[in-house]
């Protein structure tokens, strides 16, 4: 259920359907109305963050009070975040209890590595599938192979794994075949039967090695003298042609140093923190080259982690200025389940059209 503010009624944004409560007035409510989760609609400049902004404020004052919530803040302008850092430090909140994600302000060094979520290959594939404008069909082949590459390497990286390999895994089919080869080799690797799928997936579904006739002979394709690979049997992947945009996502993403710096991380903050104790995490979203890509891929982990936690010990709140410029989704587990979970999500909406609206 959504509780909306605004003349109009909202019905749908990014194929979320929402049911309707209207209000004409913004206000506080107890946290089981809040599980209720609302929506902002204003085209005037900075009248929803005023109004999200009151019930940020109501959570860090119970959070200063002791109270255990967690706090989930995800923006692209930073009003939020400046206004909430002044009341913060009025409230002597702890800086161990603040993390704050910018693809934008270097100023911020807290960092976070969707990869290595327990969920990554799930989360980060359909995030990154999504925000690709390739036709549907195409989107489940790519986030298919997307879970087998993040799969591939956390296995081969573990705690170093990151968007740089992930790039280069994609890139080098050469290089993808090594490391499958090494996995490969691990001793005792048949007794884990995550990496046989892994080796077995990238085996018999991806690579092409290449072979040539010679002499009357059919003998494998070899790398010239001076190439990198002198020596080794040329292969290619099945799926060149069908992850040419995932990889330029990707190399967007990258290209945007203070957002490689977060995503490269080797920081220990995972999503479960935010959810099982009392955190306050602002994720500041940029346009810069991949910033949004940010907010994308800490909803689809923190709405996994969110479903998935094995006991609910506290209310959990999701708040999302203008919230079109980022995958909505995932969250509808939360709409529909927002009592049971104890949780809530605030959107607003600034820019919207017709289109968007009932009678």
């Given at each position: 259920m959504?509780?909306?503010?605004?003349?109009?009624?909202?019905?749908k944004?990014?194929?979320?359907?929402?049911?309707?409560?209207?209000?004409?007035?913004?206000s506080?409510?107890t946290d089981?109305?809040?599980?209720?989760?609302e929506?902002?609609l204003?085209?005037?400049t900075?009248?929803?963050?005023?109004?999200?902004?009151r019930?940020?404020?109501?959570?860090?004052?119970?959070?200063?009070?002791g109270?255990?919530?967690?706090?989930?803040?995800?923006e692209?302008?930073?009003?939020l975040?400046?206004?909430?850092?002044?009341?913060?430090?009025?409230?002597?909140?702890s800086p161990?209890?603040?993390?704050?994600?910018?693809?934008?302000?270097?100023q911020f060094?807290?960092?976070w590595?969707?990869?290595?979520?327990?969920?990554?290959?799930?989360?980060?594939?359909?995030?990154l599938?999504r925000s690709?404008?390739?036709?549907?069909?195409?989107?489940s082949?790519i986030?298919?192979?997307?879970?087998w590459?993040?799969?591939?390497?956390?296995?081969f990286?573990?705690?170093?794994?990151?968007?740089?390999?992930?790039?280069?895994?994609?890139?080098?089919c050469?290089?993808?075949?090594?490391?499958v080869?090494?996995?490969?080799?691990?001793?005792?690797?048949d007794?884990?039967?995550e990496?046989?799928?892994?080796i077995?997936?990238?085996?018999?579904?991806i690579?092409?090695?290449?072979?040539?006739?010679?002499?009357?002979?059919?003998?494998?394709?070899i790398?010239p003298?001076?190439?990198?690979?002198?020596?080794q049997?040329?292969v290619i992947?099945?799926?060149?042609?069908t992850?040419?945009?995932?990889i330029?996502?990707?190399e967007?993403?990258?290209s945007?140093?203070?957002?490689?710096?977060?995503?490269?991380?080797?920081?220990?903050?995972?999503?479960?923190?935010a959810?099982?104790?009392?955190?306050?995490?602002?994720?500041?979203?940029?346009?810069?080259?991949?910033?949004?890509?940010?907010?994308?891929?800490?909803?689809?982990?923190f709405?996994?982690?969110?479903v998935?936690?094995?006991?609910v010990?506290?209310s959990c709140?999701?708040?999302?200025d203008?919230?079109r410029?980022?995958?909505?989704?995932?969250?509808?587990?939360i709409?529909?389940?927002g009592?049971?979970l104890?949780?809530?999500?605030?959107?607003?909406?600034?820019?919207?059209?017709?289109?968007?609206?009932?009678?």
């Amino acid at each position: 259920m959504f509780r909306l503010f605004g003349n109009k009624i909202f019905k749908k944004a990014k194929d979320v359907r929402f049911k309707k409560h209207v209000s004409t007035e913004p206000s506080l409510f107890t946290d089981i109305d809040r599980f209720f989760s609302e929506a902002f609609l204003c085209k005037e400049t900075g009248k929803s963050p005023s109004h999200l902004l009151r019930r940020i404020t109501d959570d860090l004052i119970r959070i200063a009070r002791g109270e255990e919530r967690s706090l989930v803040v995800l923006e692209e302008k930073g009003t939020l975040l400046r206004n909430a850092e002044k009341q913060m430090n009025g409230l002597a909140i702890s800086p161990t209890q603040v993390v704050i994600l910018s693809s934008c302000n270097p100023q911020f060094e807290s960092g976070w590595n969707p990869l290595l979520e327990e969920h990554a290959p799930h989360t980060v594939s359909k995030a990154l599938a999504r925000s690709l404008s390739v036709d549907e069909n195409l989107k489940s082949i790519i986030e298919r192979d997307c879970v087998w590459m993040i799969r591939l390497a956390k296995a081969f990286f573990q705690e170093n794994v990151n968007f740089t390999h992930l790039l280069h895994l994609y890139k080098d089919c050469r290089y993808l075949a090594n490391v499958v080869i090494q996995l490969q080799e691990i001793k005792d690797m048949d007794k884990n039967p995550e990496w046989s799928s892994i080796i077995d997936y990238f085996n018999n579904y991806i690579f092409s090695y290449l072979h040539h006739e010679h002499d009357g002979v059919i003998v494998p394709s070899i790398y010239p003298i001076g190439h990198q690979y002198e020596s080794q049997q040329i292969v290619i992947s099945r799926h060149e042609t069908t992850n040419v945009e995932l990889i330029r996502l990707l190399e967007e993403i990258l290209s945007n140093r203070q957002l490689s710096k977060i995503l490269n991380s080797t920081s220990t903050f995972r999503v479960p923190d935010a959810i099982n104790s009392s955190k306050i995490v602002f994720i500041h979203s940029s346009n810069l080259k991949g910033g949004k890509m940010l907010g994308n891929l800490f909803l689809y982990a923190f709405v996994m982690e969110l479903v998935k936690r094995p006991t609910v010990a506290h209310s959990c709140f999701l708040t999302v200025d203008d919230s079109r410029n980022y995958d909505l989704l995932p969250i509808e587990w939360i709409l529909q389940k927002g009592k049971e979970l104890k949780s809530g999500v605030y959107l607003s909406f600034q820019k919207y059209t017709k289109s968007l609206f009932g009678d």
